[in-house]
């Protein structure tokens, strides 16, 4: 005999089914959304903006290179924070998959609590997550499941939204990306060089992708850069990488000075430079 769900666990199911209490997100009301915010552009360009002073969600028509896209975006007025945003087909089905991303990014954004990382409790948890997103990113670049962003975390698409969220407005910001990873050895007491991870955003031939460049700790020498799609899927290639690149951060040159990170060339013994020098030399 098939058990019944709870009452309450049916309701939370439905409210995913509807536009707002007893108004279901059938194909008519979801391509009369999509109209609201064709109009808007058309007259403006603008957005179609639901909420209050405090939160709102924000429908916008984007075109790229002739495509057209719905970029929903959830926003905090009070924190002058951008929770969550996304482009999604202009259909009726992406624009069901926006109201449902949307709806999860606000409740999850209405739990958040104060970061311990911060005794003067300026710094929040990042939405659906246990501590504050750097908190977060740094663990997550040191973490070793593929599946987890930190211990007991799993990646799921809700969360790797709210960091890309992060990025963009890191990047609408002053166009920097964002810095993560720590030096482990020096909280140790000891000095060690590690990676360090910086994720941020580029306009790649009018297409947004995600650049992950990691350094070696302390210094500008590059180890890793690439750029990944700018989803879900692409942030969380782009975390597991950063964590292969820090735990093969190569040997640093023994003839370089002691304040120089320059590391070994593949299969050498020095950096380029010194195996270079000598050859070099009249």
């Known amino acids: 005999m098939a058990s019944t769900l709870p009452a309450a666990v049916w309701v939370l ?33 603008g957005y179609v903006a639901i909420g209050d002073s405090h939160r709102a969600a924000d429908f916008e028509l984007r075109v790229d290179s002739g495509e057209w896209r719905l970029q929903v975006s959830v926003r905090d007025y009070d924190l002058d924070m951008l929770v969550f945003t996304q482009m999604y087909p202009w259909t009726a089905d992406g624009c069901m998959c926006a109201l449902v991303d949307a709806k999860t990014a606000a409740a999850d954004h209405s739990r958040r609590v104060k970061c311990g990382c911060d005794a003067h409790g300026r710094v929040w ?15 997550a670049v040191e973490h070793s499941k593929n599946e987890e962003l930190i211990p007991g975390l799993p990646a799921t698409h809700t969360r790797l939204h709210v960091i890309m969220a992060a990025v963009m407005t890191a990047y609408e910001a002053d166009a920097e990306p964002m810095a993560f ?28 992708r995600l650049q992950l460049t990691v350094y070696m700790h302390a210094s500008h020498v590059v180890l890793f850069r690439e750029f990944y799609p700018w989803t879900p899927e692409g942030m969380m290639s782009a ?10 951060v190569p040997v640093n040159c023994p003839s370089c000075p002691a304040d120089v990170y320059m590391p070994r060339a593949h299969g050498m013994p ?3 430079r010194c195996m270079l020098n000598p050859c070099l030399q009249p």
């Not at 659906?128 to 977060?136: D, F, Q, Y």
């Not at 482990?184 to 955003?201: A, F, H, K, N, T």
């Open 13 to 45: 199911i439905k409210s995913f089914n509807e536009i707002s209490p007893g108004v279901l997100a059938t194909r008519r009301n979801l391509n009369s959304i999509l109209m609201a915010v064709e109009k808007t552009f058309q007259a403006g360009p």
């Open 125 to 139: 948890t990042a939405s659906g997550m246990p501590k504050c997103l750097r908190c977060i990113m740094n663990e």
């Open 181 to 208: 990873g720590a030096d482990r050895g020096l909280q140790e007491g000891v000095s060690v060089d590690e990676g360090y991870v910086r994720i941020g955003v580029k306009d790649v031939g009018g297409v947004w």
């Open 239 to 248: 975390i597991i990488d950063a964590r292969g690149v820090k735990n093969k």
């Open 270 to 272: 020095k950096c380029l």
